[in-house]
């Protein structure tokens, strides 16, 4: 069974960082695509930032660039979010995705964690 689940969110001020971090666990596949997508209230969900783990690449939405880093831990089945200048339009539920193909935005993914919460005060 895949089990994707996320941790590290919480209340920060605006100006400041927060890194999430996804286990990812049961997949079938060593290679696939790893994302971070996020839903505002009121808002659909949008993605934020996707790696291929086989290379590494690294794809980003251009609201988060030069802001966000999306990275893996050592073991690969650990992905990270680190997230810098945080502004209060960053407030969201944040989730992370796995999928086996595709581009990195499309198709739709095929699992998701249950999302971690990010508020970002002014």
């Known amino acids: 069974q895949v089990q994707l689940v996320e941790s590290g969110g919480g209340s920060v001020q605006a100006g400041g960082s927060r890194r999430l971090s996804c286990v990812v666990s049961?997949?079938?596949?060593?290679?696939?695509?790893l994302a971070w997508f996020r839903q505002a209230p009121g808002k659909e969900r949008e993605g934020v930032a996707a790696i291929w783990t086989g290379t590494g690449s690294t794809y980003y939405v251009d609201f988060v660039k030069g802001r966000f880093t999306i990275s893996q831990g050592n073991a690969k089945n650990t992905l990270y979010l680190q997230m810098n200048s945080l502004t209060p339009e960053d407030t969201a539920m944040y989730l992370c995705?796995?999928?086996?193909?595709?581009?990195?935005?499309?198709?739709?993914?095929?699992?998701w964690g249950q999302g971690t919460q990010v508020t970002v005060s002014s």
């Open positions: 995705a796995a999928k086996a193909g595709g581009g990195p935005w499309f198709p739709e993914y095929e699992y």
């Open positions: 049961g997949y079938p596949y060593s290679i696939y695509y």
